[in-house]
């Protein structure tokens, strides 16, 4: 489902990461961990078409997404890549359901079929009873398992997290990762999630460890 060939991306004289090569399956679920500035959250950045590699190619469900124009290129990433982040990012004027639409709706997809994906998410990450509520009477883990429905709401190849339970107790911290593997085994969806949490790390299908802007 992804496949990163020689990835090599520079910051004016610092060069983060040098020569990163990965394959990851369909419906994986695999996590990368590694110290600060290993280059953990630029390589997810470059598989989610965030940011650009300065050499090397990226291919997703066999596509080169940077052979793409600007226009086809946010479309790529709006359908076929999820993200989710530490801090959820919710919009707090809409409800948990509104702010789950929101992705399908930007991409015109017919409002009742984004509808009906959204009550059905809302069911599987358990907040149907929630789904009214704004982001303000929500937990920290309810606001996530909101944030993670909105990120798969148009069925992306893959769900890309960056630290998506870093800012939650031990308890929705659990129940976050236990989240991720259920989307896997219900909806076959594939996972990559950059993690300093290492018993999520080990939970995972694949750990990935890097230090200095290489897998190791």
Known sequence: MIRLTDIRKRFGELEVLKGVSLGVRQGEVVSVVGASGAGKTTLLQIMGT????????????????????????????????????????????????????????????????????????????????????KPGQLSGGEQQRVAIARAIVNAPAVLLADEPSGNLDTRNREEIHRLFFDLRDELGQTVVIVTHDERLAAMADRKITMSDGRII
């Open 50 to 133: 965030l940011s650009r590699p300065d050499a090397g190619r990226v291919e997703i469900g066999g596509e080169d997404p940077f052979a793409l124009g600007d226009k086809a290129l946010s479309r790529f990433r709006n359908d076929r890549i999820g993200f989710v982040f530490q801090f959820h990012h919710l919009l707090p004027e809409f409800s948990a359901f509104e702010n789950v639409c929101i992705p399908g709706l930007i991409g015109r997809r017919p409002r009742a079929e984004v509808e009906r994906r959204a009550a059905e998410l809302l069911a599987l990450v358990g907040l149907t009873a929630r789904r009214d509520h």
